[in-house]
């Protein structure tokens, strides 16, 4: 039984294929069309799915779609009701938006799918109906069904689906093993922790959907001193986990912008334009931002343990890519265990969905799985893989010489070129689903190296000087590099195992033993902290002290693993430096194509792609 | 042709009831009060509304 799951027309626009309850490909349509955050219909993403599968469309028995259109719509409306007068403008806009495409969604979904038919629609095995999920209920589903618990509480929020903005809801087994969703209540529009957290981002002059990450790498810098202004003036939490926000000082329901004056005028200055310096004072309010969202978190997270009583929690929503958020949930409880979406956000919706239409609307069970901690995400290695012929191609194409190596020489050579300091971009099997790079679509480098982090930012990425960098270590190492560790009723590792974190969800403490003193007096002011060495892994400590951190086990890896331990053979080292292999601006790398035109823009030093090995003459 | 009448019927009585002002409206919640909600009974799965 073949489900195709779409998310489409908002942004992040993805499918995902799940075939007897197993999640066989998802991926996101910008790495296909090369356009960041790309919301078009996802043909290119779907084609890619039905392709690693080797089916085509006339195999897929249920279509199943992110989120209902029409009670979108409805939300709207009644916004632009309520809101009346004020918004025609915004509201005719978005009516036209609607009345060109969204409001047809079950149609274009039939059309769309029609086109890619080999028979022209005649052999179609699916009838023609779209299964269409609430925005949360496929977030949710994304979340619990490929997570390792069998009973878990059900956190999702992000910005706005139709109504909700987040949503509680407990997962656990039927009397006959299907997994269930039970929803229990929710936060609706416009109370939103995601609106919030993506006006203060445009307020720093960063993009809304996109820039979210750098205001979240740029709160270590400053203090959090607007935090109670803040709780004070813009969002109201209450004693029972819920929120509100004082609608007077945002414009998101009336126009395009997300705030006007009032809003600028509380925190006594105007909003930073894009490109303009980073003061002090965008790192205070950066930092009070985040204290606030964790604050308001940490609020959802108790109710969530309240309402539901059990000890582990799955989180899912384009929040819970606040990896900052989730490291302190993990650590302060009270669940036990906290799993984490990979592809949290929007992209996710698709593949949730797919799973809601399998274990809901047709009873399936969950696939058998290798181990009692496995997911199954698959690593999130669920988009295209290339072969060797046709990175080989990639590199003729392009003048470069190569050499064909097999796994372990591979290794050897990367491990070598790593330790010399140079910079690797690293192209191997499946591309990841989610935004995060795990050894698929990667750029790695020499951690122990101060001048790394400069290095990748602004000779790689062409990207803010000021953003983190994320280590990837040996899973069976973690602890030693790193405070991450689970609880005594831990599934996914207990006091002294470490802690799973295989799709770098989670912040931690570098451990105490690893950090390095900054002697008084010598820390510089502002952004310029990101060059003080803090730990024996510098490039990828951020300034608190904190890192990012991916965890690689042999069984989800072994090729990446294998590099991490000959690295740590040489070094004594066992974490890499782990980058997503792009620059400012772009999707992350899809084919061996995309990857020798981002290695030839940049100063990546050598590329591993596949089993080929090509390198740029020394630095 | 039929399904697309269905969608168009649907809108306009959807903008008529919201006109009506017979549903819920957004920034109606006192600030001190909780905002959590009861999670509205699902619609049809085949429905996009």
Not at chain 1, 147 to 168: I, M, N, Q, R, Y
Not at chain 1, 198 to 226: C, D, H, I, Q, W
Not at chain 2, 14 to 34: D, E
Request: net charge neutral; aromatic share 8%; with cysteine.
């Amino acid at each position: 039984m073949r489900i195709l799951g779409i998310s489409a027309l908002f942004h992040d626009s993805a499918a995902a294929l799940v075939v007897d309850g197993d999640v066989r490909a998802a991926a996101q349509q910008e790495r296909f069309s090369r356009v960041k955050n790309d919301a078009s219909f996802p043909l290119a993403a779907i084609e890619s799915c039905l392709a690693v599968d080797g089916s085509s469309i006339d195999d897929v028995d249920h279509v199943a779609y992110f989120e209902k259109p029409h009670l979108k719509l409805e939300r709207i409306l009644a916004n632009a009701r309520a809101c009346y007068p004020r918004g025609q403008r915004t509201f005719v806009a978005a009516m036209r938006r609607w009345a060109g495409v969204k409001a047809w969604t079950p149609s274009l979904v039939r059309q769309a799918l029609v086109g890619l038919s080999p028979t022209g629609g005649r052999d179609l095995r699916w009838d023609g109906r779209t299964y269409f999920a609430r925005h949360h209920a496929s977030h949710a589903a994304s979340a619990f069904f490929p997570s390792p618990f069998e009973d878990a509480a059900v956190l999702t929020v992000d910005g706005v689906g139709e109504w909700a903005t987040a949503s509680l809801a407990v997962g656990s087994l039927d009397d006959r093993g299907v997994p269930r969703l039970g929803f229990l209540e929710e936060i609706r529009y416009p109370n939103s922790l995601g609106l919030l957290y993506s006006a203060f981002t445009r307020y720093l002059g960063f993009e809304v959907n996109e820039g979210e990450y750098k205001m979240m790498g740029l709160a270590p810098y400053g203090e959090p001193r607007f935090a109670s202004l803040i709780r004070d003036r813009f969002i109201a939490l209450h004693g029972d986990g819920s929120f509100a926000l004082d609608l007077g000082l945002f414009t998101f329901q009336t126009d395009e912008e997300m705030f006007g004056a009032a809003f600028e005028e509380v925190l006594g200055q105007p909003m930073r334009q894009p490109e303009a310096e980073i003061t002090e004072f965008h790192m205070d309010v950066a930092a009070s931002v985040q204290a606030v969202t964790e604050q308001a978190v940490e609020g959802l997270v108790r109710r969530a343990h309240e309402r539901t009583g059990r000890r582990h929690l799955c989180l899912a929503g384009g929040v819970a890519l606040n990896c900052v958020a989730n490291g302190r949930i993990l650590r302060s409880g009270p669940f036990d265990d906290v799993w984490v979406q990979p592809a949290a956000g929007d992209a996710g919706g698709a593949l949730g969905a797919a799973l809601l239409c399998w274990h809901h609307q047709l009873g399936g069970r969950r696939p058998r799985r290798g181990h009692g901690r496995q997911d199954g995400m698959h690593g999130a290695r669920l988009g295209p893989a290339f072969d060797d012929d046709r990175c080989a191609d990639a590199l003729r194409e392009a003048g470069l010489a190569y050499e064909k190596l097999d796994p372990p020489a591979l290794v050897d050579s990367v491990a070598d070129l790593l330790c010399q300091g140079h910079v690797v971009g690293w192209f191997q099997g499946r591309m990841e689903f989610g935004p995060r790079a795990l050894g698929g679509r990667s750029i790695l480098a020499d951690p122990r190296s101060s001048e790394m982090q400069r290095v990748v930012n602004l000779r790689v990425k062409f990207r803010e000087s000021f953003r983190p960098l994320a280590p990837s270590v040996l899973r069976e190492r973690v602890e030693e590099w790193f405070e991450l560790a689970g609880r005594e009723g831990s599934i996914l590792g207990g006091p002294g195992e470490g802690y799973d974190s295989p799709y770098m969800l989670l912040v931690a403490p570098v451990a105490t033993g690893r950090r390095r003193q900054v002697l008084p007096g010598t820390e510089p002011a502002g952004l310029a902290r990101i060059h003080v060495p803090r730990s024996e892994v510098p490039a990828c400590t951020h300034v608190d002290g904190s890192a990012r951190v991916q965890t690689v086990a042999a069984d989800d890896d072994p090729l990446y693993h294998a590099l991490l331990s000959a690295f740590a053979e040489r070094t004594g080292v066992p974490v890499l430096l782990n980058t997503s292999f792009n620059v400012r601006g772009e999707p992350i790398v899809c084919t061996p194509e995309d990857a020798v035109g981002c290695f030839l823009a940049t100063e990546i030093d050598a590329l591993a792609l596949g089993g080929l090995l090509a390198r740029k003459p020394a630095r | 042709m039929t399904r697309i009448r269905s969608t168009l019927a649907r809108l306009a009585f959807t903008a008529l009831f919201h006109v009506l002002g017979r549903t819920r409206r957004p920034g109606a919640v006192p600030a001190t009060a909780s905002t959590w909600r009861e999670v509205p009974p699902e619609t049809g799965p085949f429905e996009a509304y």
